[in-house]
């Protein structure tokens, strides 16, 4: 396949907008799976995904699609060309956009699916500018047009007036009835370019993924950007500086297919014999070992934002939870764990994650696929203590800084985010009210059409990681939609709580708190105490 004939596309929604319906769809009609494969959502393969019905890990397939060519007859036999599609899955969640704007930059053109009943969402604005920023070609596809209130008219207005999308580029599908999903691969066909690198040019490899298969070890995803890659070449990282010998070449339609070897344009898998994971960094560049290559843009290691300490539930546990974390970090390399110990929890482990449902989701799996029974620690945020002498300290566990730092501690940060907020009209105000209680700024205020309201807001980290969305959802009886991203660190007076029992500091459940606020919560963690624990006289 030249590369005029391939297209690499992805696509992207609102968590329950039918990304995965669509994506298996898209794959039962080019015969890539079968239809009624007995396994819905081919594409989420983790349990906990199928369970929340999110998708976690980017899995990526390649199709082969005869596209039938206009203006030509049938009885003339030309009437289809094949066609190469790779379709580049991507995380459902901002938690991972990094992820996300990787493994958009092996594509040209997304789909950009939203529920003909529910519109736009807070995740439909994150990910359209991730894709727009990126430069790729937006398809929109208004999805679900089978229920009952679906009204694909309004979408198309709120498309227009939130992206300047053309409402007459959109196509209305069902991923459930099949209508409509017809005209979605010609789309890709006409609409995207094909991928742009150079045939000629020394090999440029784009990691996209990898995770550990016990048979094959490492497995990479990979996009070749330029060149060729083949079965035996030596290949170099231009992260790590790492090389290795290419031992499998191939492609995922969708189960791994050897094919010896991928051209430009192409994206498919590599095994190279890597002993872990935490060699294959997304976004890293690999080339052939014999030249020297320009790395392509993007690369930064994993930002780790939200942290908890995690300890066995019963104390003689410890082994168990070591052997389940170890297992479980050979395919997110993106978690950072150190082992730490607790005077009231034992011997535990301190993991850092990228965002809130990163955290949710490694816990889950821990319980669900490893069987350790952990306790977690409230999760905190990194902040900054600057120190009359200019030293700084960050401060990941809240027990590490010393109590009453204020003496010394001349200024402290904290991480923020930026939120994007959708509701109902109706909702404004409770919302409004949750967003300054939690130290909220607002920076943006719209309406998207009569009934919808578009909100951002600088908010400080530490107010969003516990329960923030869910006493979101309960103001608005489940119609909020809320996401965010990183933000710079600001100023802000901090100070450390401590929680003393019987006279003595408990450290597992010191916590940095706003000033203003230690008192309120102070009082609130001592009432709960009060229920939970019996009066001790020593
Ligand atoms: P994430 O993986 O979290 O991003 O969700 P998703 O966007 O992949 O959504 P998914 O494909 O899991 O679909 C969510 C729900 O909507 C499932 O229960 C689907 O069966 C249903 N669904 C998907 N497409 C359609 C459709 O066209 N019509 C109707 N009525 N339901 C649909």
Same mark, same amino acid.
């Given at each position: 396949?030249?590369?005029?004939?391939?297209?690499?596309?992805?696509?992207?929604?609102?968590?329950?907008?039918?990304?995965?319906?669509?994506?298996?769809?898209?794959?039962?009609?080019?015969?890539?799976?079968?239809?009624?494969?007995?396994?819905?959502?081919?594409?989420?393969?983790?349990?906990?995904?199928?369970?929340?019905?999110?998708?976690?890990?980017?899995?990526?397939?390649?199709?082969?699609?005869?596209?039938?060519?206009?203006?030509?007859?049938?009885?003339?036999?030309?009437?289809?060309?094949?066609?190469?599609?790779?379709?580049?899955?991507?995380?459902?969640?901002?938690?991972?956009?990094?992820?996300?704007?990787?493994?958009?930059?092996?594509?040209?053109?997304?789909?950009?699916?939203?529920?003909?009943?529910?519109?736009?969402?807070?995740?439909?604005?994150?990910?359209?500018?991730?894709?727009?920023?990126?430069?790729?070609?937006?398809?929109?596809?208004?999805?679900?047009?089978?229920?009952?209130?679906?009204?694909?008219?309004?979408?198309?207005?709120?498309?227009?007036?939130?992206?300047?999308?053309?409402?007459?580029?959109?196509?209305?599908?069902?991923?459930?009835?099949?209508?409509?999903?017809?005209?979605?691969?010609?789309?890709?066909?006409?609409?995207?370019?094909?991928?742009?690198?150079?045939?000629?040019?020394?090999?440029?490899?784009?990691?996209?993924?990898?995770?550990?298969?016990?048979?094959?070890?490492?497995?990479?995803?990979?996009?070749?950007?330029?060149?060729?890659?083949?079965?035996?070449?030596?290949?170099?990282?231009?992260?790590?500086?790492?090389?290795?010998?290419?031992?499998?070449?191939?492609?995922?339609?969708?189960?791994?297919?050897?094919?010896?070897?991928?051209?430009?344009?192409?994206?498919?898998?590599?095994?190279?014999?890597?002993?872990?994971?935490?060699?294959?960094?997304?976004?890293?560049?690999?080339?052939?070992?014999?030249?020297?290559?320009?790395?392509?843009?993007?690369?930064?290691?994993?930002?780790?934002? *939200?942290?908890?300490?995690?300890?066995?539930? &019963? /104390? %003689?546990?410890? #082994? +168990?939870? @070591?052997? =389940?974390?170890?297992?479980?970090?050979?395919?997110?390399?993106?978690?950072?764990?150190?082992?730490?110990?607790?005077?009231?929890?034992?011997?535990?482990?301190?993991?850092?994650?990228?965002?809130?449902?990163?955290?949710?989701?490694?816990?889950?799996?821990?319980?669900?696929?490893?069987?350790?029974?952990?306790?977690?620690?409230?999760?905190? *945020?990194?902040?900054?203590?600057?120190?009359? &002498? /200019? %030293?700084?300290? #960050? +401060?990941? @566990?809240? =027990?590490?800084?010393?109590?009453?730092?204020?003496?010394?501690?001349?200024?402290?940060?904290?991480?923020?985010?930026?939120?994007?907020?959708?509701?109902?009209?109706?909702?404004?105000?409770?919302?409004?009210?949750?967003?300054?209680?939690?130290?909220?700024?607002?920076?943006?205020?719209?309406?998207?059409?009569?009934?919808?309201?578009?909100?951002?807001?600088?908010?400080?980290?530490?107010?969003?990681?516990?329960?923030?969305?869910?006493?979101?959802?309960?103001?608005?009886?489940?119609?909020?939609?809320?996401?965010?991203?990183?933000?710079?660190?600001?100023?802000?007076?901090?100070?450390?709580?401590?929680?003393?029992?019987?006279?003595?500091?408990?450290?597992?459940?010191?916590?940095?708190?706003?000033?203003?606020?230690?008192?309120?919560?102070?009082?609130?963690?001592?009432?709960?105490?009060?229920?939970?624990?019996?009066?001790?006289?020593?």
């Amino acid at each position: 396949y030249p590369p005029e004939r391939i297209r690499n596309f992805s696509i992207i929604a609102h968590v329950d907008h039918g990304k995965s319906t669509l994506a298996d769809r898209l794959l039962e009609l080019t015969g890539t799976i079968k239809k009624g494969h007995g396994q819905p959502q081919y594409l989420d393969k983790l349990q906990v995904e199928r369970e929340r019905g999110i998708t976690v890990k980017a899995q990526t397939a390649t199709m082969f699609y005869n596209y039938k060519l206009d203006g030509l007859k049938a009885e003339e036999g030309h009437e289809t060309q094949a066609f190469l599609l790779n379709l580049v899955d991507t995380p459902g969640h901002v938690d991972f956009s990094y992820e996300v704007s990787r493994s958009l930059a092996a594509c040209q053109g997304v789909l950009l699916v939203v529920d003909a009943a529910q519109g736009v969402q807070a995740q439909t604005v994150a990910n359209f500018y991730l894709a727009f920023e990126s430069g790729l070609t937006i398809i929109p596809v208004i999805n679900k047009i089978d229920q009952p209130t679906a009204d694909p008219e309004r979408v198309k207005a709120q498309l227009m007036s939130m992206f300047d999308l053309d409402p007459s580029d959109a196509l209305l599908t069902s991923a459930k009835t099949g209508q409509g999903l017809e005209q979605v691969l010609p789309a890709v066909i006409q609409r995207i370019a094909p991928p742009p690198g150079k045939s000629n040019s020394p090999l440029r490899m784009l990691l996209l993924d990898s995770y550990y298969d016990e048979y094959k070890g490492v497995i990479c995803h990979v996009a070749v950007v330029d060149g060729t890659v083949r079965k035996g070449d030596k290949i170099s990282s231009a992260g790590t500086g790492h090389s290795y010998e290419l031992l499998d070449v191939g492609v995922m339609h969708p189960e791994l297919t050897p094919t010896g070897v991928l051209l430009t344009g192409q994206v498919g898998y590599i095994v190279s014999g890597m002993r872990s994971t935490k060699e294959a960094r997304i976004g890293d560049t690999l080339y052939h070992s014999r030249n020297t290559v320009e790395p392509l843009p993007g690369f930064k290691p994993a930002k780790h934002m *939200v942290f908890s300490g995690l300890y066995p539930a &019963d /104390g %003689s546990d410890f #082994e +168990v939870l @070591n052997h =389940a974390i170890e297992r479980l970090t050979c395919n997110d390399a993106s978690v950072s764990i150190s082992k730490e110990s607790s005077t009231a929890l034992g011997l535990g482990f301190r993991c850092g994650f990228l965002g809130l449902l990163h955290m949710d989701v490694f816990h889950q799996r821990l319980e669900q696929e490893y069987g350790a029974h952990v306790i977690s620690t409230v999760p905190t *945020v990194p902040y900054i203590f600057e120190y009359s &002498d /200019g %030293s700084k300290l #960050e +401060v990941q @566990n809240p =027990a590490l800084l010393p109590s009453n730092p204020k003496s010394r501690v001349t200024v402290c940060w904290e991480p923020t985010v930026i939120a994007t907020i959708i509701i109902p009209s109706e909702y404004v105000g409770s919302v409004i009210t949750l967003c300054s209680e939690r130290r909220g700024q607002q920076l943006e205020y719209s309406f998207i059409d009569s009934q919808r309201v578009f909100m951002k807001y600088r908010l400080p980290l530490r107010e969003i990681v516990v329960d923030f969305y869910n006493e979101l959802k309960s103001l608005t009886s489940g119609y909020a939609s809320f996401d965010y991203e990183d933000a710079d660190y600001q100023q802000s007076d901090l100070v450390k709580l401590d929680v003393l029992l019987n006279g003595q500091t408990v450290d597992a459940m010191a916590t940095i708190v706003h000033t203003l606020k230690a008192q309120r919560v102070g009082r609130e963690l001592v009432e709960k105490l009060k229920k939970f624990i019996d009066r001790y006289v020593i």
